[in-house]
């Protein structure tokens, strides 16, 4: 594919893309976003949220939306994810952001290889999707730059865990912050927070 993304999968023009963002975090919601681009949607810029700085990915949020024919985006916070889990949560997130989109989708295609039905609209599960596909890396940018904005709100109630860097990932600054300040209500908590699986006081 020489890099190219492709503009589509099934042939339907109301094709839509899905991705999220934050399934390995320890805290903080697991963020999906669901976009139908036109079928003239073109911008070299866009690819991998993964793959892109945080400054290209946030020069891209205004496009995607200002230019996709409609875009939905949900959390799915983390005291969800303790009861359902992330897999779950990944999967009601990406039909939440669905059900925002108007028009109907005629087609979804998801980034992985896991995802449940969603109403009677045909999908199709596409690994490494957001590298394959615009309307997918489209969601992929929605869904990270959405998610980190909501880490850098919370940071600021808990900035000792410097979730304005880290997003609430498990970098090792963030697991000794955990170990020196325990927990929040943002943690979650069915997660293994530190190697030790140290006991915590709910």
């Not at 991705?19 to 991998?48: M, Q, S, W, Y």
């Not at 925002?100 to 290889?113: A, C, H, K, R």
């Not at 590298?131 to 997918?136: A, E, G, N």
Request: glycine content about 6%.
């Amino acid at each position: 594919m020489n890099g190219k993304l492709l503009a589509n999968y099934s042939g339907n023009p109301l094709e839509c893309g899905t991705d999220e963002a934050g399934r390995g975090c320890l805290a903080g919601p697991v963020t999906a976003a669901a976009v139908i681009l036109p079928n003239h949607f073109k911008n070299t810029l866009l690819k991998d949220s993964k793959q892109l700085s945080a400054t290209h990915r946030f020069q891209l949020k205004p496009i995607i939306e200002d230019e996709s024919v409609c875009y939905g985006v949900s959390h799915i916070f983390q005291e969800e994810i303790d009861v359902i889990n992330v897999l779950n949560a990944s999967i009601l997130g990406m039909h939440k952001a669905i059900a925002q989109l108007n028009p109907t989708p005629g087609f979804i295609i998801v980034d992985g290889n896991t995802f449940k039905p969603y109403k009677n609209i045909n999908h199709q599960t596409i690994i490494k999707g957001d590298s394959k596909f615009l309307s997918i890396a489209a969601a992929s940018v929605l869904a990270k730059t959405y998610r980190d904005l909501y880490m850098e709100t919370i940071h600021e109630e808990f900035p000792m865990y410097n979730w304005k860097q880290n997003k609430g990932y498990p970098t090792k600054e963030h697991r000794e912050a955990i170990k020196k300040y325990g927990i929040t209500k943002y943690h979650r908590k069915s997660f293994r927070l530190l190697p030790e699986q140290l006991k915590f006081q709910f």
